[in-house]
Every structure is written in C-alpha cells, then in structure tokens.
C-alpha cells in the first residue's frame, strides 16, 4: 500500500518546546516538500529536498529545520524560535523528472499552546 | 509577496453548470500550472496541470486554460457535480522544482 504517511495527524505542545513531524513515504520519489497552511492562507514553502542529504529553504523557513538522511524520511522540526507555529503542516513528494504532479500526505495540525 | 493569486474566495455555482475558476500569477519565468482539490484536514489531491508551452489542457469534466501574455489561467469544470464542491488551489512550478500556491477558491456546487 503505497502512500505518505505523516503522524500524528494531531499534535499538541508547549510553548517553547522543539517539536518534530514525521514524514514518511514508500513511494519511491525523490523530492520531498514541506508546507505550512494558515486559515484563509494558500500553502507556503518551509523547506525541500530534491535529494538524499540535500535540502533547500522555502520561502518561510524561519524556526524550522530539516534533515534528509533517507529518502523515505523527511522530518520537520519545529523549534521555539518559530514565532507562529500552529498551523496545518502539510508533507509533499514528487518523482525527480516529473515535472507538475506533487503527491500529499494527509496533514499534521499542531497546535502550540 | 505572493507570486500566485485566487481572487475569489468562493464560488457557488448550480449542479450541471459550469464551474470557473481563476487565478492569476506574477513571474513569468513559472513552466508548468497545476490545480489541486482540497478536503478540510487532507493533503491536496493534484487534478490537471498545464505546461507553460500550451494553452489548454483537457482531462474529462476538467479543462485548464492558460493564457501567458495576461499570466492568467482558469479551470473549467463542466457539467459541475456536487462531489466536485471543495477547495481548489492553483499552483505555479519555476525551473528550480519550487512550487507557489495561491490562496485557494472554496467551490458549492447546489444541487
């Protein structure tokens, strides 16, 4: 059963706390995104991976990190400097010469309290 | 500053009509369009997309239009049912695999 996992689909913490979201995929795909959705807002670019240990940063990558150390695993970690960070998270993947389609996974709503 | 805009926020359209949505974008370097339907609390499902080369893609019920000189494009949803009613986003891809999303149009379609 092919597909992106992302867990859990409800996180909660304190404020202050790091927090890491999972991203897994056994899809094979080479790219691996990471987006943030606000209400009323489309979904903004935290960070991607193009490769195994390579990343980029998106255009809101403040107070997020990443790593890439398998290409089934894109982990997000959400850390005390990001000022807003309840949000609906949203992991992608892509096949490399696949030039359009992005696959999701199902989305982990965190809530900082 | 936001490369890819929706400026309709919602769209209520009649079962059996046609459902159009908008959007517009800002750098003219994007090659490839793409629009995605979006349940609340799911990841977005990809529907059609549209290289920057042409200027219309058609897949059954769905067809996008791209129109290059006005950096305009539209989905086209016809006849629209009502299991068509969600969220659409319109995205953008530029030459570096980074993707722009726009801020998403919520479509009803009435019975």
């Known amino acids: 059963d092919g597909g992106i996992t992302q867990s859990p689909k409800y996180l909660f913490r304190k404020e202050g706390q790091n927090v890491t979201l999972s991203c897994e995929q056994n899809?094979?795909?080479?790219?691996m995104y990471w987006y943030r959705q606000d209400p009323g807002q489309g979904l903004r670019l935290i960070y991607y991976?193009?490769?195994?240990?390579?990343?980029q940063k998106g255009d809101i990558a403040e107070g997020y990190s990443v790593s890439r150390e398998k290409k089934e695993s894109f982990p997000l970690t959400v850390t005390s400097a990001q000022k807003n960070p309840t949000a609906f998270y949203l992991c992608?993947?892509?096949?490399?010469?696949?030039?359009?389609?992005?696959?999701f996974g199902p989305g982990t709503r965190l809530t900082v309290l | 500053d936001q490369q890819v805009k929706q400026n309709s926020p919602s769209l209520s359209v009649q079962e059996g009509r046609i459902s159009i949505l908008n959007c517009d974008y800002t750098?003219?370097?994007?090659?490839?369009f793409l629009w995605y339907k979006k349940y609340p609390a799911e990841g977005p499902t990809f529907l059609i997309s549209?290289?920057?080369?042409?200027d219309k893609n058609e897949d059954g019920r769905f067809t996008v239009f791209l129109n290059k000189s006005a950096k305009h494009l539209s989905l086209h949803i016809v006849p629209s049912q009502p299991g068509d009613s969600a969220v659409y986003f319109c995205?953008?891809?530029?030459?570096?695999?980074?993707?722009?999303f726009g801020t998403g149009t919520s479509l009803t379609v009435i019975p």
């Open positions: 899809l094979n795909h080479d790219a």
């Open positions: 991976s193009q490769i195994v240990n390579d990343f």
């Open positions: 549209i290289s920057s080369i042409k």
């Open positions: 995205a953008a891809r530029n030459t570096g695999n980074q993707f722009y």
């Open positions: 750098n003219s370097m994007f090659d490839y």
């Open positions: 992608a993947t892509r096949l490399r010469h696949v030039f359009d389609e992005q696959f």
